[in-house]
């Protein structure tokens, strides 16, 4: 029989100490919540070999009294907590009273420290556990404390520690969260003798997202800012288009503690969903208020894990502020035009110029390729849908007018045919502002290559991929109305699938039934489609049942993101493709739904629609402007 021992203190310390101090950061992050439970504006950090010899923070806050001074070392000694029941609603970031002990238990602590009131400071060292000095000192107000040899006294967990290098990258990652989440106090962190960040503590966000992030990300993010049901969400998001291939700036901020939050994450992420790229994810610094008896941080020693008494309510209000700032910020992506370098005709007189051109080597003079006027419809017919309206005739040409006349019926006034024969149609089509409400005037510029529209609006020019933004539109009205029309189809078509995708579609048939699709079980692993919605072609019937099984399998178990799913295949499909000819007036019309409607900035795959250049960038470029 083995013989129980009741473990000495010390012993019992060292063990104890383990589940806080795990390596250098653990100590910053702990000196550092108490700095900031201690009301400083002003914590610098020091640290040398990532914190294995040196650590040291000085703050400005309100310093321990001298007598209080050996009890801040105790195990279970906060003056954060007093009774059982301020654990329900906690403020402070601290509240355990563990993080000294278990700091001086596994170091050589010292700490100066000095309260306001008092006239002078106190100077304490502890070394493993053990009281070595404790005298009074002449000392600023405020806190300083130095851990020096961490592990000295327990070898075995020296092993486990990285290369100073990455403890310190570790260090600096948690100074640079807890930066984040106080922009009202001045960090700075120096490692081996080199400064290596400092936060202004000036009070905006942006600032401090500034320093620690750097310009290239500061510049992608536009503000949140939503009270809902009591949760209050404020910070920064990225632009759908600057979403990141990793979640490494990825920043939630729960009453001014940082924490992973399985909940904020998947809320955020979900307000990108159709918006962003598939693969990638937003860049976010989010801070969530909530009243501190909904929230339970002491789920973990670090603290970093927390538990919602209602999670929903967070999930919803998070996802309603984050998808706010998306739609309400103009976020379309923009090209910078950058003047071409050495461009010295920029800085020329007219006089100059004439003079350099003539010295300039000629040109071989190639023979000019004969300009061709394109006749409208060529390569490929306008699409019908299946009522034959003439494709730019359907509902999503139309701009959001209601009744009245608008631009579509002035084209219904002419016949069709001879729209789509006419000469170029004059631009001048008169969409009336009171109609639809653009701020500005659309104009439409011309296509390119048969695929990009471009207009002007305000002081801007816009390139808009016609297919991706029709197939947006699509989507968007797919997802309002949620009944789609239905067309059989005369001749049922037989599809063949294989495995897995067969079993999908066979046990999804009612699912599809609602969006247009009438799918039946024909043996074999084929299924037989008798109808599909309306504004699909029937030719696509087989296309769309082999993309929608294979999403089916995709997106197994997520209803909504296997509706969206079908809906993408289906708003895909229907939309008219690059490189189909398009006539004027649907592409006016294209235009305005597009720059009149922030929704319709990214594709449901997420690809942009649409991109700007500014005119003041063109006159840059021009050299109109310096
Ligand atoms: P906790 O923060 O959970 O209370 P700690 O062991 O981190 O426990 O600190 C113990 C106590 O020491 C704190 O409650 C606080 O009163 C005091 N203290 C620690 N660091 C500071 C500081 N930098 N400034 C003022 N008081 C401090
Ligand atoms: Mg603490």
Known sequence: MPKINVLPKSIAELIAAGEVVE???????EAVENSIDAGATHITIEIQRGGITYIRITDNGCGIANDDVPKAFLRHATSKIEKAVDLDSISTLGFRGEALAATSAVSRVEMFTKTIDEDFGTHYKIEGGEEVLYEEVGCPDGTTLIVRDLFYNTPARMKFLKKDVSEGTTVSAIIERQALSHHEIAFKLIRDGKQTLATSGDGKLSS???????????????????T??????????????????????????LNGRYVQSGTITAATEQAYKNSAMVGKFPVFVLGVEIPFETVDVNVHPAKTQVRFSDEKRVFT????????????????????????????????????????????PVQETKPQPKVEVEPEPKAEPVRLKADNTPFFLR???????????????????EPVQEVLKSEPIRHEVKVEEKEYSPKEEIKLIGEAFNTYIVAQKGDSIFMIDKHAAHERILFNKLKENHVIESQSLLVPVTVKLIGDEYTAMINNVSLLSEYGFEVEDFGNESVLVRAIPSMLSKEDAEGIIVE?????????????????????????????????????IERLNLAIKVLSDNDIMYCPHGRPVAFEIKKYNLEKYFGRIQ
């Open 208 to 226: 401090a997202v500034y320093s620690v992030l750097g310009r290239e990300i500061s510049n992608t993010l536009i503000p949140v800012n939503l």
């Open 23 to 29: 390596r250098p950061a653990s100590i910053v992050k």
């Open 317 to 360: 209000a998070v996802y309603n502020a984050v998808k706010n700032a998306i739609l309400s910020g103009d976020t379309r992506p923009e090209i910078a035009v950058t003047p071409p370098k050495n461009n010295t005709f920029l800085h020329m007189t007219a006089e100059q110029y004439r003079q350099t051109a003539v010295k300039l």
């Open 548 to 584: 929608a099984a294979h999403s089916l399998v995709q997106k197994g178990n997520v209803d909504l993101e296997r509706i969206d799913d079908i809906l993408h295949t289906v708003a895909c499909k229907a939309a008219i493709k690059a490189g189909y000819i398009t006539s004027d």
């Open 395 to 413: 509902d999503e040409f139309k701009p959001n007018v209601p009744e009245k006349k608008t631009v579509v019926d002035i084209v219904k006034e």
């Open 228 to 253: 809902l049901d009591g949760v209050k969400v404020t910070g920064l998001v990225c632009k759908p288009v600057s979403c990141r291939a990793s979640r490494a700036y990825q920043f939630t901020f």
